[in-house]
């Protein structure tokens, strides 16, 4: 007699499974655990093994549903009679039609008959739709962003095993990386955006947020300098600023010089965070005499180190799901950016043409994912009370680098802190100033 293959019970709930696709062809001889099928349920997918060794013969259809307990296919020992299907599938309704077969004439070497099985499966794969690959190596290739048609398989009938993927994966991280075509996008004309609160009496503080943020970054600190009058610059490329075409450092500096000199403020304390950082010490270094203070919040331009993929991945992200992660690597404690705050920054990020202005803006300052502007001459040459803030924690910035600011300068770490001090202790920042100023 021959032996079932019966449907198994993956779950609790489940009352019938779902053939995904055979790794054994009709007629194939098996050993007991070898992979039979696949089957997919509401909740689950799964590889089932051979119950015995045996011939298959009488497979149920790929996309066939089959209740639970019921066979679907049998196998037959050596020289046992194959006739008649011995029952009839359950679902029978359900299936999926089966591919035509191939009709060839019976070749007399056994490299023709390989060729031949080969060339029949190929074609029953196109039938059907599907890729022969285990559960395991579709659920690693759709982890790494693979697409399992592309790959080779090994196992029985070109089958994509785990080791399959776990091999593409290794050889595609050696791979160099293909040339990026480059962006562009349609650049703009007109003056940076500049913002003022209302009310606080005294010298004013100037404000300049870091890349891929805006001016409204700086809500939690202003919290606790209402008593001060606030000024805010948007970048090029940013906020409300015009998307202008910026394709070095100096050109940066210079239009955000432009702002400041149009304000015409006789003093100011200056307060620059990452890329507004850089600025501003190059700002303190050419307009010193027009600033009380400077204080500078994980500022760039002080090595060339800096997480290029989390600037990239910001640029790239279209959607909500994919922006997320790299916001939530700025900071130490990832609740922080919860997921109403992400969509909210992605409402900001929807326009093609900021987001492109900020791809371009990002390969003329840090190419190939490193600071190309070094500023710790022009750190050195300034006399302005300075006070650098940094967080152990950034993952965008190292903080070491603030050690390579001159012993004139205060230095304020922080633990438990990553590359938005201003947001993730901004009280803290607030007294600082607070009484600094």
Known sequence: MPTEVIMPKVDMDMAKGKIMSWHIAEGDRVSKGDPLFDIETDKAAMEVEAPADGILHHTAPEGMDIPIGTPCAWLYAEGEEVGEQPAPFAGQAGAAPKPEPVEADVPNDTKSVEAELELVDAIAGEATGKVRATPRARSLASGAGLNIVDLIGTGPRGRVQELDVENEIALRDTRPAPLAAPVTFKAETGALAVTRSKGGTGTPIMMIHGFASDATSWAPMEAHLKHRPLIRIDLPGHGKSPKLRIDSFAELVREVRRAFDD?????????????????????????????????????????????????????????????????????????????????????????????????????????????????????????????IIWGKQDAIIPWKHALRAPGKMALHLFDGVGHMPQIECSAELGRILSSSL
């Not at 005499?289 to 090595?303: M, V």
Request: glycine share 8%; hydrophobic share 45%.
């Open 263 to 387: 304000l015409n403020l006789d003093a100011a304390h200056l307060v620059g965070h990452s890329l507004g950082g850089a600025v501003s010490i190059a700002l303190a270094d050419t307009r010193a005499k027009r600033l009380s203070s400077l204080t500078l919040i994980a500022p760039a331009g002080l090595g060339p180190d800096i997480n290029g993929d989390a600037l990239s991945g910001m640029c790239r992200a279209t959607r909500a799901e994919s922006l997320g992660p790299w916001l939530r690597s700025l900071v130490a404690n990832e609740d922080i950016v919860t997921d109403s705050y992400v969509r909210l920054a992605m409402a900001g990020r929807e326009d093609t043409n900021l987001r492109a202005a900020q791809s371009c803006l990002a390969d003329s300052l840090f190419p190939d994912g490193v600071q190309a502007f070094d500023l710790r001459a022009a750190l050195e040459r300034i006399d302005t009370p300075t006070r």
